[in-house]
């Protein structure tokens, strides 16, 4: 069983259009957030959602907006798509408790290309 | 500049030990964390160190933690062609989690 998973793998768009990325996990956790990775391997946090409350929200465009349904779930939706958004983005997960250590739990990326 | 830097490749041979060194700015981290990404897999948390710790092993793997120089490297025992991935580093503090940049484990045989 996959324990958090995105979707799609690949997404190839042009720039202008606006996309989405779901990302679900079944293990039960209280945060998810999204890490954009750029092209140097570098994952850089966007967005982390703790029971459908935002509480980091790093300086990014306002283009980009997280959702959250319910707490399995939290997609991306990107509007007006440039080309400096083609990147791998990750979905991830943990457990909301502050006394012990956070643990992630990543998806295994979404590689946006932006023509 | 980046806050986590690691060196970007690193070759051993099967059966030789593989270190990876990473150094961390924030001195403030209260984890740092060392994370496997195998080919078109997401990231796997491989081993952590609380801050207050200069060194944890756990099987193969060894993490030794200089607070002092802001360095943290990992070490793998007896490094296999199954341990070929990219290794990250990572520092967390207070819901902030930064990457290093990885580094490309390649073992030969």
């Known amino acids: 069983d996959t324990a958090v998973s995105q979707t799609p793998k690949y997404l190839v768009t042009q720039m202008g259009n606006d996309k989405s990325i779901k990302c679900e996990q079944n293990l039960g956790h209280d945060t998810m957030y999204w890490y954009k990775q750029d092209s140097k391997k570098f994952l850089k946090i966007m967005f982390s959602y703790n029971n459908k409350e935002l509480i980091i929200n790093e300086t990014v465009p306002n283009r980009f907006s997280p959702k959250s349904p319910d707490k399995a779930h939290l997609n991306l939706h990107i509007n007006s798509l440039e080309l400096g958004d083609s990147a791998v983005y990750f979905c991830?997960?943990?457990?909301?408790?502050?006394?012990?250590?956070?643990?992630?739990?990543f998806g295994s990326g979404t590689q946006l290309s932006v023509l | 500049g980046e806050d986590v830097e690691q060196s970007l490749f690193l070759s051993v041979r099967e059966g030789d030990s593989s270190v990876i060194n990473c150094t961390y700015t924030d001195s403030s981290s209260t984890y740092l964390y060392w994370y496997k990404q195998e080919p078109g897999a997401g990231l796997q948390l491989l081993t952590y160190?609380?801050?207050?710790?200069d060194m944890k092993q756990d099987q193969r793997l060894t993490v030794l933690l200089n607070k002092k120089d802001k360095h943290l490297s990992l070490r793998i025992a007896d490094t296999q062609t199954g341990d070929s991935a990219i290794y990250f580093c990572a520092e967390y503090d207070n819901n902030d989690m930064r990457f290093g940049a990885g580094t490309r484990l390649t073992v030969k045989p």
């Open positions: 160190i609380f801050s207050n710790m």
């Open positions: 991830a997960s943990s457990q909301e408790d502050r006394s012990i250590y956070e643990k992630l739990f």
